[in-house]
């Protein structure tokens, strides 16, 4: 669970740290093209240096290289649950017979900064912001959230 959280968190702190400053740097337009072009090798970067492979996971995938398969959609079911109770959510640690490999789940919760990419046209999504993202992912999903949603989560295969 510790070590789950811990590669989380860095994942989270660099992935996080690179788009605010690409933000502020050169705003929104140029930051989707950033992400875009970086936000896997970014994740494969944090694999790297903890030695654990840590990759992003979702129902309603931008990229649909992080469309959920097998057990992961099951997970985010069981998160979704936990939306729909309004109950807090945890990471969730699980064994998985098939691979003999343990894997940690951690939720991915939209905050009111992250509207501005995956938001509504009413609370923070831009028409050219849309149009930008429709250029590169024409079958996006990941928009109409509202801040508190489950986005997705990180996997961590420990
Ligand atoms: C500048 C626009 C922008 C902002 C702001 C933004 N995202 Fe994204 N997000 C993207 C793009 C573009 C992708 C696709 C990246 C790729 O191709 O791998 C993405 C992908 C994701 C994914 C991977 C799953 C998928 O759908 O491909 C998650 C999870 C995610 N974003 C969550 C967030 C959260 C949480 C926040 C706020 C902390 C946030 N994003 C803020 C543009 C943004």
């Known amino acids: 669970m510790e070590e ?3 590669i989380v968190a860095d994942a989270q702190k ?3 740290g690179a788009l605010m400053k690409q933000i502020s740097d050169s705003g929104i337009i140029h ?3 950033y992400c875009n072009l970086n936000a896997s090798g ?3 970067g944090i694999s790297e240096k903890h030695g654990k492979t840590i990759y992003r996971r979702t129902l309603k995938p931008r990229n649909p290289e992080n469309k959920a398969k097998g057990m992961e959609k099951n997970m985010l ?3 979704e649950f936990a939306e729909e109770k309004e109950a807090k959510f945890k990471p969730v640690v699980r064994f998985d017979e098939s691979d ?3 894997y940690y789940y951690a939720p991915i ?4 900064f992250c509207l501005q990419c995956h938001g509504t046209k009413d609370n923070g999504l831009a028409r050219n912001t849309i149009e930008e993202i429709f250029k590169r992912y024409p079958k996006d999903k990941a928009f109409n959230y509202e801040a508190g949603d489950l986005r997705g989560m990180w996997v961590v295969e420990l």
């Open 31 to 33: 930051a989707i093209d």
């Open 77 to 79: 079911k069981v998160f």
């Open 14 to 16: 660099t992935l996080g």
């Open 100 to 102: 003999s490999s343990v």
């Open 4 to 6: 789950g959280a811990a």
């Open 42 to 44: 970014i994740t494969a």
């Open 109 to 112: 919760v939209v905050q009111t």
